[in-house]
């Protein structure tokens, strides 16, 4: 049984770690290392994660089975919009229905606030998550390349759903 709640602030240390244990499942074959660590420092940053759980444009989520984080997203708000900012299952977890339940409670959240639609960026290379969205009723509206800094880009989808 998997129990999705909002993130509490004790839970940002286990997000980072979480984090950096998909990140390292997925993204060595599509970014270099030193990609990944320059994009987890600073999107996992606990100093950042905290002032986004103050921030009522933004939503965290913990997905808890057996009494541990196995998931977590993010979403936030972006004009009439919502942004689905993350979304990560531990590889161990995958395909338990985890993923959906984050999904559901980031759609739900974003209507609650108004939203017309929920957008989200994945890398052009992944494609597991890409079918994770199509089936889920999201659809790639545009392709496009990021600078992020450092010397480093996104080569990303913009996926949409409507709601």
């Known amino acids: 049984m998997t129990d999705i709640r909002p993130l509490a602030p004790d839970e940002v240390e286990a997000v980072s770690a979480l984090a950096r244990v998909v990140w390292q499942a997925t993204y060595p074959a599509l970014i270099s290392q030193a990609q990944i660590d320059t994009m987890l420092a600073d999107r996992y940053a606990a100093t950042r994660i905290h002032a986004q759980l103050d921030d009522p444009r933004h939503a965290w989520w913990g997905a808890h089975a057996n009494a541990a984080l196995a ?11 919502a942004k689905l900012d993350k979304l990560y299952v531990h590889p161990d977890r995958q395909r338990h229905g985890i993923g959906s339940a984050l999904l559901a409670a980031a759609a739900d959240w974003a209507r609650a606030h ?25 659809r790639i509206i545009e392709s496009r390349v990021f600078d992020i800094g450092h010397g480093f880009v996104m080569d990303d989808h913009v996926m949409e759903k409507i709601l």
């Open 71 to 81: 998931g977590f997203a993010h979403v936030t708000l972006d004009g009439a919009d």
């Open 114 to 138: 108004h939203a017309r639609r929920l957008w989200l960026q994945v890398n052009r290379g992944n494609t597991p998550a890409i079918a994770v969205y199509q089936k889920h009723g999201f």
